[in-house]
Nanobody, 125 residues
């Protein structure tokens, strides 16, 4: 059974950086697209970034564009989220996820079928 396991969260000051990792475990892993979402207390889960598993094309939320970079290592079945110039409003639990469908909207979390347990990112001012 495939699982997604995130790591790399923590506490950082505003302006700092963190790198999140998401490793897929299991004998076989396939995906059309991998995404990062985040959820702050009292708010809905929101899209952060996505990357096509085979094509490597990427998309970002406007709020993180230019600061965050999503990447992957297919050989390791791992997706990364490099977060620079962090702001207090980036504080949230970050989740990685898998989308199998090619035509469903990457920005909507309900189009993803597999989720990690989440990792807390806290940015202090």
């Amino acid at each position: 059974q495939v699982q997604l396991v995130e790591s790399g969260g923590g506490l950082v000051q505003a302006g700092g950086s963190l790198r999140l990792s998401c490793a897929a475990s299991g004998r076989t892993f396939s995906a059309y697209e991998m995404g990062w979402f985040r959820q702050a207390p009292g708010k809905e889960r929101e899209f952060v970034a996505a990357i096509r598993w085979s094509l490597s094309s990427t998309d970002y939320a406007d709020s993180v564009k230019g600061r965050f970079t999503i990447s992957k290592d297919n050989a390791k079945n791992t997706v990364y989220l490099q977060m620079n110039s962090l702001k207090p409003e980036d504080t949230a639990v970050y989740y990685c996820s898998r989308k199998m469908g090619a035509y469903s909207d990457y920005r909507n979390y309900y189009n993803y079928d597999l989720w990690g347990q989440g990792t807390q990112v806290t940015v202090s001012s």
